[in-house]
């Protein structure tokens, strides 16, 4: 016992204090209570970790319902919160019944949905990105009720930053995302990072900067979810290749003749998952795969080499990580983004929460397939970025987000979007190694040719 009453001796002395009763064997908890009442010391990231008898005993604190999550690591702030992602993350907080408070809010210009969702988890402050869209009270910085509302996603790199958030979910859509990640990052958070672009985009300044401040940056894409709980299998050594996979998405099989004649309608009909437009066009074109790889290849410091895709139409295996030794390692399960949501805001822990379970009474089939690359000409750009690294990442995510646009809006065909983006991506200049301000640059020069290009 006298090592149980050390390491709690040392547990009061660090960390930021909560009022909790602790879910933790009795007699330890009878020590605590013994010793310092209902309040004890809990760990940055909410977490007691009691060494006692030679075993390592980690339990998930039980929040007092009036006072729950005092400490920092519980405060989450929702970046895209009226998007697929944000909403689907908000019923992960909602079904985990107060283990997580939400500190703010941020959509693009959802303004009712984003109102109805401050209603509902009373954030400490809302934002909208777009200034054309009335604030609920006249002006910036506003105060209405207990929430404060500001207009424009420039103040993120302020709200973010503040002692109360400890966690930051950035699920906004495109490169935009990209200085709130970094501010993220820049502050020392928990990332859950759902924002493929800010890697693709500037993975490698991004995954330094989180490096120097201890930032932990958990991705919340389905595949690199799958690739960053089986890498938990082995050494960063021992791995030999991430293979990511891919549903192969409406036009799995087809011909690019066959593709000709593909409209926005066809493409946003995604055979497993429901996203976005922009994602779903991604999937279509299979550029969504391009940017995985690229992300992947910064995420988890990986090598071309390292880098692979393979086409599982069931989407139930998400990704998998061979190792040395030829242990395949594989994470399964239905499809439901809920679950990677759920993982990276209660990494390390596995508590049950509201995604899907398998069903083992079904018999199922389970398909891995090699990809097309003459018809899918996207992944090939994506190996090649991902190995040249530079300024390819921001160019390319530039040209796609532009090109997307022009064929949602019927000015693009569809086979023309991997075409601009590989003709845009090939004739700009080059650098190896590009600031955050060159990049930017370098994202403004490629939007603009994309939208002058012509077939």
Not at 25 to 48: D, K, M, N, T, Y
Not at 151 to 176: H, K, S
Not at 248 to 261: D, L
Not at 336 to 351: E, F, K, N, S, V
Request: charged residues 20%.
């Amino acid at each position: 016992m006298m090592c149980g009453k050390t390491c709690l001796d040392s547990m009061a002395g660090s960390g930021r204090g909560a009022r909790v009763t602790c879910w933790i064997l009795p007699e330890i908890r009878a020590l605590a209570i013994e010793q310092w009442g209902q309040r004890i010391r809990v760990s940055h990231e909410g977490w007691l970790r009691l060494h006692c008898w030679g075993v390592s005993w980690s339990k998930f604190l039980v929040w007092n319902q009036e006072e729950h999550c005092l400490n920092s690591a519980c405060g989450v702030a929702l970046l895209g919160s009226t998007g697929s992602i944000g909403t689907n993350c908000l019923d992960v907080i909602r079904q985990l019944g107060g283990r997580l408070r939400v500190t703010g809010l941020a959509a693009w210009q959802s303004r009712e949905r984003l109102l109805a969702q401050v209603s509902e988890f009373q954030p400490g402050w809302a934002v909208l990105g777009n200034r054309q869209v009335v604030l609920p009270e006249a002006g910036l910085g506003v105060q209405s009720g207990s929430v404060s509302w500001y207009a424009g996603f420039e103040v993120l790199d302020e709200l973010i930053r503040r002692p109360e958030t400890g966690t930051v979910v950035c699920a906004m859509v495109g490169a935009a995302g990209l200085p709130a990640a970094w501010a993220a990052v820049d502050s020392g958070k928990r990332v859950a990072l759902a924002n493929k672009e800010s890697l693709v985009v500037a993975g490698s300044l991004l995954m330094q900067r989180a490096g120097e401040t201890g930032a932990l940056v958990i991705p919340v894409d389905s595949e690199h979810s799958a690739i960053f709980q089986c890498l938990q299998s082995g050494r960063r050594s021992e791995v030999r290749r991430v293979v990511l996979t891919a549903s192969g998405g409406p036009f799995r099989g087809w011909s690019r003749e066959q593709m000709r004649a593909v409209t926005p309608e066809m493409a946003l009909r995604h055979p497993t998952w429901s996203m976005g437009p922009k994602i779903t066009i991604d999937s279509a074109t299979m550029m969504n795969k391009a940017l995985e790889i690229i992300e992947a290849r910064w995420l988890f410091g990986l090598t071309r080499e390292q880098l692979a895709v393979c086409v599982h139409p069931q989407s139930l295996v998400h990704s998998l990580v061979e190792y040395e030794d030829g242990s395949v390692i594989a994470q399964i399960s239905p499809p439901d983004m809920r679950l990677p949501i759920q993982y990276a805001l209660t990494y390390p822990d596995r508590i049950s929460g509201p995604t899907k379970r398998t069903d083992w009474s079904t018999a199922q089939t389970l398909q891995l397939l090699p990809p097309d690359f003459e018809a899918f000409p996207a992944l090939r750009l994506g190996f090649e970025v991902a190995e040249k690294g530079g300024t390819c990442g921001a160019v390319l995510n530039a040209a796609n987000e532009v090109a997307v646009e022009r064929f949602l809006q019927g000015k693009l065909d569809f086979l023309s979007i991997t075409q601009l983006v590989e003709d845009i991506l090939f004739s700009h200049n080059y650098d190896p190694g590009p600031t955050l301000p060159q990049l930017a640059a370098v994202d403004s020069w490629a939007r603009e040719e994309a939208r002058r290009w012509k077939s």
